[in-house]
């Protein structure tokens, strides 16, 4: 079985790295674009304490969450371990301690179906700032199996895995390749890729590709400005992840890394640009969220354009009258934690398998 993967972001990396194991001949064309998603994501993998509505979506971020040790253990076989992923718990931490009252029934209730989330615990504001020293101090509400993720280390573990397991990755701009109105495989700057199956899973790019045979897909680029600050002389590499239950997070790596996000830009456009708004937005809620940032290093700002579906589910199915197509995109602002499971259904469908859930509510097509 050949198939082509257009899209070697953490999606597409995913899905080719499960067909690789399935035994499936696979090859991976990415053309690497400025503010693809992967590049600039948080990482931060907790499906307990999403605000997010809907158990459609909530099917897919918990099996991505649960998703994670598996592929984690896969990659360990084939000898790549350096993805920045640890379970640090997270702390939801609002400036008015009321709200923990308004989401922890919830996730005390999606906890008790879900052993990976661990124990569930209200903290102090003493016991809080133990854990995360930089914090304002505020009570909160602690999940022990919280997790981040460095998309940027797991994305390239994975092609590295890729190419180990024979797979064939290629650089350049991918486009559909059609005889008649049957698919055939996929162009790479011109050059024909026979395939049996070709997952799309080009993020917010995706409907360049598929406008030229007539189908529209309903993703759309939301821009997202996202800080790297350093703590120097700090180990923050088991800080857990703070909410402070805005929009904005912030969460930490090894080597005194802290990354403070992110704008949620709708109507974005593919803007690659960092903004005087962007920035002061990010920083104000980070410093009052974590007053001990602000003697942190400026050390980058990154641009990612989320791939964004019209009511937050993903996009993912296979698409009547064309055999052999699967999409696969819309996984918006948790792309980094859906991807383990989405791109695992994704190869299924290529390879011509039943999802293991019903894929009606992410039907890849729907307005
Ligand atoms: C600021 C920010 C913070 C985030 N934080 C989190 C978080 O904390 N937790 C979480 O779970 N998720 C988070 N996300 C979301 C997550 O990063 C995305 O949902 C996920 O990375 C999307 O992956 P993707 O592979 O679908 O798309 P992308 O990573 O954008 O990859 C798409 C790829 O397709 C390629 N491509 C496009 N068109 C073509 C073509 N014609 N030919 C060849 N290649 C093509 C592109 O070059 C790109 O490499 C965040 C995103 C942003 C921007």
């Not at 600039?40 to 099917?59: M, N």
């Not at 790549?80 to 308004?102: C, F, H, I, K, N």
């Not at 002389?233 to 800080?239: F, I, L, M, N, V």
């Not at 050390?299 to 055999?323: A, H, K």
Request: charge should be neutral; aromatic fraction near 4%; proline fraction near 7%.
């Amino acid at each position: 079985m050949r198939v082509v993967v257009i899209g070697g972001g953490i999606l597409g990396a995913v899905a080719a790295y499960s067909l690789l194991r399935a035994k499936a001949e696979v090859t991976l064309l990415d053309r690497a674009h400025d503010g693809r998603a992967t590049q600039a994501g948080a990482g931060i993998v907790c499906p307990w304490t999403t605000r997010y509505e809907g158990e459609a979506l909530y099917a897919m971020l918990h099996g991505g969450a649960t998703a994670y040790p598996d592929l984690i253990a896969a990659l360990a076989e084939d000898g790549e371990t350096d993805l920045g992923y640890a379970r640090v718990g997270t702390l939801s931490a609002p400036e008015d301690p009321a709200l923990l009252d308004t989401i922890e029934p919830l996730v005390r209730r999606r906890a008790t179906a879900s052993p990976m989330a661990g124990a569930i615990t209200r903290l102090t504001a003493a016991e809080a700032q133990r854990l995360f020293p930089a914090m304002a101090p505020r009570a909160a509400l602690h999940v022990e199996g919280g997790a981040r993720v460095d998309g940027r280390r797991l994305c390239a573990a994975l092609h590295r895995a890729i190419a180990r397991r024979g797979g064939t990755l290629r650089q350049g701009l991918a486009e559909l390749m059609m005889e008649g109105d049957r698919l055939r495989g996929a162009r790479l700057d011109g050059a024909a890729i026979e395939a049996d199956a070709v997952i799309l899973a080009a993020g917010a790019w995706a409907p360049d590709v598929l406008a030229p045979v007539g189908l529209r897909l309903a993703v759309e680029p939301q821009r997202g400005q996202i800080l790297h600050l350093r703590l120097e002389g700090t180990d923050t590499a088991a800080w857990p992840v703070l909410y402070p239950m805005t929009s904005h997070y912030l969460l930490t790596f090894e080597g005194g890394r802290v990354v403070v996000g992110a704008t949620r830009e709708t109507g974005s456009g593919f803007d690659l640009r960092v903004t005087a708004a962007g920035l002061a937005e990010v920083l104000a809620t980070a410093l009052s969220a974590a007053p001990g940032l602000a003697v942190a290093t400026h050390i980058e700002t990154r641009i990612g354009f989320r791939p964004m579906s019209p009511d937050g589910r993903p996009l993912l199915g296979t698409v009547p009258g064309l055999p052999g197509l699967v999409l696969a995109n819309g996984l918006g602002p948790s792309g980094l934690t859906i991807s383990p499971f989405a791109g695992a259904i994704a190869a299924r469908l290529a390879l011509g398998e039943a999802p293991p859930l019903d894929l009606a509510p992410y039907d890849p097509l729907r307005r």
